[in-house]
């Protein structure tokens, strides 16, 4: 996992999108926005367990697998993609453990700037309810997550602007709390 303050520009956004001069963002200042992450083990048996243990912690009740790429979405791919990628919340976490490939979720930090969070195989993301966020693909095309839920997997993207939200505004009083 690296995080990074977004470009804004124009082009394809599989690219990296790095500003410049490249502006990192500290694991540190992810969780001031409510962004929690994990590095897990790549040994598939101790993964497992890392997993398990963080559902156990957090109450993830649900969880299920989705391949990100032309085959695994199919006739989806071209629709599903470009839902990922407007900018949208949910009124649950948002919770994602890479095991393979690689991709983006970029999240708006509390200036409402653009944070990439680039992640690969072995990184667990939980994006807080409420916060504004999109995926995307990067040029590999290809990314295979498990996606866990606390209960039923609903995953419904509100898309911005939805500020009156409950969830919305519950999120940005996280925020005035730092
Ligand atoms: C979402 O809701 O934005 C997603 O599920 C992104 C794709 S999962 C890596
Ligand atoms: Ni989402």
Redesign the pocket.
Known sequence: MRAYLYDNLDTDCREPHELQPLSPVSIKELEQSGVLYWQLDLDKDKCKEQVDNICKERNYMNRDE?T?SKDGLGDLFDQ?IK??FTE?L?EDE?I?A?IDGS?Y?DIRDKQDRWVRIE?QAGDLIVLPAGIY???TLDMNNY?R?I?LFKEDPV?T?LNRPCDENPYRKSYLETLVAH
């Open positions: 989705i990100v599903k839902t990922f949208h949910h948002e994602r890479i991709g979720f992640v966020h999109r995926f990314l997550a996606r995953w993207p």
